[in-house]
């Protein structure tokens, strides 16, 4: 059974570092890409960006370029999405969710609610 | 860019009834060599992450059911409910992934009950 599971609920400060992860299980995590969500407080779905952990490719959204870095380790099959320096702004829930290049994204995560608030 | 755009932004159906969303991308997401749109259908509940519903502008995912029908080709899609059901309330995106991997979501279309 195909499953990506992230990380927990986090809590920030403005101007703290973050670090979340997106563990993909029952499938070869190298042979898809791993694409980011966000989804902020009553909006919509906007694509941050996707890594394909096979050979590290990493694309972003014009929107997110420089704001966020995306990277995987595919020895443990986890995508990581992070921050250097957060914003109240970047409250959202992040989904991380597969996608296979030639056809379109299929399985997701469940959701990480990352609240920034001093 | 492709730049999606949904209409209408909300609609509320009474149960039992048709309810239509439609998808327009700002280029065409037909790829030529095979012949398929690169459009798909995502339904998302209150507190749950999206859903795949239809691929290839069409394709119904599996375990889905047969009141959802998408159509549609080049630009201009449509996602259908055939009979409105109380568990369909949800909101419903498309997405394009014809410039995969880059992808591009529509804002979202709400349906209700009336």
């Known amino acids: 059974e195909v499953q990506l599971v992230q990380s927990g609920a986090e809590v920030k400060k403005p101007g703290e570092s973050l670090k979340i992860s997106c563990e993909g299980s029952?499938?070869?995590?190298?042979?898809?890409?791993i694409v980011w969500v966000r989804q902020m407080p009553g909006k919509g779905l906007e694509w941050m960006g996707s890594?394909?952990?096979?050979?590290?490719?990493?694309r972003y959204s014009p929107s997110f370029q420089g704001q966020v870095t995306i990277s995987a380790d595919k020895s443990i099959s986890t995508a990581h999405l992070q921050w250097s320096s957060l914003k109240a702004s970047d409250t959202a829930i992040y989904y991380c969710?597969?996608?296979?290049?030639?056809?379109?994204?299929?399985?997701w995560g469940q959701g990480t609610l990352v609240s920034v608030s001093s | 860019d492709i730049v999606m755009t949904q209409s209408p932004d909300s609609l509320a159906v009474s149960l039992g009834e048709r309810a239509a969303i439609n998808c327009k991308s700002s280029q065409s997401v037909l790829y030529s060599s095979n012949n398929k749109n690169y459009l798909a259908w995502y339904q998302q509940k209150p507190g749950q992450p999206p859903k795949l519903l239809i691929h290839?502008?069409?394709t119904r995912e599996s375990g889905v059911p047969d009141r959802f029908s998408g159509s549609g080709s080049g630009t201009d899609f449509t996602l259908t409910i055939s009979s409105l059901q109380a568990e369909d309330v949800a909101v419903y995106y498309c997405q394009q992934y014809f410039s995969t991997p880059l992808l591009t979501f529509g804002p979202g279309t709400k349906v209700d009950i009336k």
């Open positions: 890594i394909y952990p096979g050979d590290s490719d990493t």
């Open positions: 290839w502008a069409s």
């Open positions: 969710a597969r996608h296979a290049g030639s056809s379109s994204v299929d399985y």
């Open positions: 029952g499938y070869t995590f190298t042979n898809y890409w």
